[in-house]
């Protein structure tokens, strides 16, 4: 019992130190020789103690030792907070300001840029108001850009005079800054709320970074469901307004920020490994009855890929009704 005892000790050693040396890389202060220099430092006493654990007799004085500088370590990691004022790229450099009066929803920094290639657009942002008692839709929008299994979610509300609005937690890129999935452990980015014109959003992911895209009327949401949603987005907003995060790819991504809204409408909605695996989420959504009743997944899917359609609209005014030509639950028109 007592080697079973090291042997689980060890393992746990070993956890912390691949922890803490990522941790070290994606935080500590310098460039890559100074991240080297320091996790080479701390991969000393995490080599000492799996060493002794691995003896017939541990030394417990080693593991001692490696657990003080576990601690220190992570005293040094609650210093690490997430802010406002960094070198933003142009496409997150405004934050988000929402409010509701009445049944006036009002934003400001809406993006709506006008792209041409990733680094050649036109910026603007925009004050915009909208009537929450108009709104008719909530459409969930799916982005892949790695892979069958992980995919960028988006949320697109349509309003009766045919505007959409469009929701996505992102991560707040620095200029020159690329996302990275393991960076999004280990607090490399802070989370910024986007609300966008619907053609700079989808298009910027099907005609300038080249991603597939696909449209899902979501269904079974009344009126006031769908404020409600619209709700949730303007406390996200003012929560990070008011305090900045971090964007965690586990735990604070753009998957986990939909579930959280549609249980508010859902409480029993079930926990489901699709929410990791935010590719699939479409299939979770109509195993749970999100999506339009009555029409195969398979067809769902195949009618909902609005990427060419996308690429022909181009900057047109009626973008939004193109893409939503032929998609299951949208009447013939297209938005809202």
């Given at each position: 019992m007592?080697?079973?005892?090291g042997?689980?000790?060890?393992?746990?050693?070993?956890?912390?130190?691949?922890?803490?040396?990522?941790a070290?890389?994606f935080?500590?202060p310098?460039?890559?020789?100074?991240?080297?220099?320091?996790?080479?430092?701390?991969?000393?006493?995490?080599?000492?103690?799996?060493r002794?654990?691995?003896?017939?007799?541990?030394?417990?004085?080693?593991?001692?030792?490696?657990?003080a500088?576990?601690v220190?370590l992570?005293g040094w990691?609650?210093?690490?907070?997430?802010?406002?004022?960094?070198q933003?790229?142009?496409?997150?450099?405004?934050p988000?300001?929402a409010r509701?009066?009445g049944?006036?929803?009002?934003?400001?920094?809406v993006r709506?840029f006008?792209w041409?290639?990733?680094?050649?657009?036109?910026?603007?942002?925009?004050?915009?108001?909208?009537?929450l008692?108009?709104?008719?839709?909530?459409?969930?929008?799916?982005s892949?850009w790695?892979?069958?299994?992980?995919?960028?979610?988006?949320?697109?509300?349509?309003?009766?005079?045919?505007?959409?609005?469009?929701?996505?937690l992102?991560?707040?890129k620095?200029?020159?800054?690329?996302?990275?999935?393991?960076?999004g452990?280990?607090?490399r980015f802070?989370?910024?709320?986007?609300a966008?014109?619907?053609?700079?959003i989808?298009?910027?992911?099907?005609?300038?970074r080249?991603?597939d895209v696909y449209?899902?009327r979501?269904?079974g949401?009344?009126?006031?469901?769908?404020?409600?949603?619209?709700r949730?987005?303007?406390?996200?907003?003012?929560?990070?307004?008011r305090?900045?995060?971090?964007y965690?790819?586990?735990?604070?991504?753009?998957?986990?920020?939909?579930?959280?809204?549609m249980?508010?409408i859902?409480?029993?909605?079930?926990?489901?490994?699709?929410?990791l695996?935010?590719?699939?989420?479409?299939?979770?959504?109509a195993?749970?009855g999100?999506?339009?009743?009555?029409?195969?997944y398979?067809?769902?899917?195949?009618?909902?890929r609005?990427?060419l359609?996308?690429?022909?609209?181009?900057?047109?005014?009626?973008f939004?009704?193109?893409?939503?030509e032929g998609v299951?639950g949208?009447a013939e028109?297209?938005?809202?």
């Open positions: 007592r080697r079973v005892g042997f689980a000790l060890v393992l746990a050693c070993l956890a912390a130190g691949i922890w803490g040396g990522l070290l890389w935080q500590f310098g460039n890559a020789v100074a991240k080297g220099v320091a996790i080479l430092v701390w991969c000393v006493p995490c080599m000492l103690a799996l002794v654990g691995l003896a017939w007799k541990p030394h417990w004085r080693s593991f001692a030792v490696f657990a500088c576990f220190l992570l990691w609650t210093t690490i907070r997430p802010a406002q004022d960094r933003w790229a142009d496409d997150v450099a405004q988000l300001h509701i009066e049944d006036r929803l009002l934003l400001d920094n709506d006008h041409r290639t990733e680094d050649d657009y036109d910026i603007r942002w925009e004050r915009r108001e909208y009537d008692s108009q709104v008719r839709s909530v459409d969930l929008i799916l892949y790695m892979g069958p299994a992980i995919a960028h979610t988006l949320v697109s509300f349509g309003f009766a005079d045919g505007r959409q609005l469009v929701f996505s992102e991560i707040r620095e200029r020159g800054e690329s996302f990275s999935a393991l960076g452990f280990f607090r802070e989370a910024v709320l986007v966008a014109d619907e053609r700079d989808v298009q910027v992911r099907t005609s300038v080249g991603e449209l899902y979501l269904h949401l009344t009126r006031g469901d769908m404020r409600e949603l619209l949730f987005y303007v406390g996200q907003a003012q929560a990070l307004e305090a900045p995060a971090f965690n790819t586990l735990t604070s991504n753009c998957t986990t920020v939909v579930f959280a809204l249980r508010r859902v409480p029993a909605l079930p926990l489901d490994y699709r929410l695996l935010s590719g699939y989420l479409a299939r979770y959504a195993d749970v999100g999506l339009t009743p009555g029409v195969p398979a067809q769902l899917h195949e009618r909902g609005i990427t359609r996308a690429r022909a609209a181009g900057d047109t005014d009626d939004s009704r193109r893409i939503r299951p949208i028109g297209g938005a809202p």
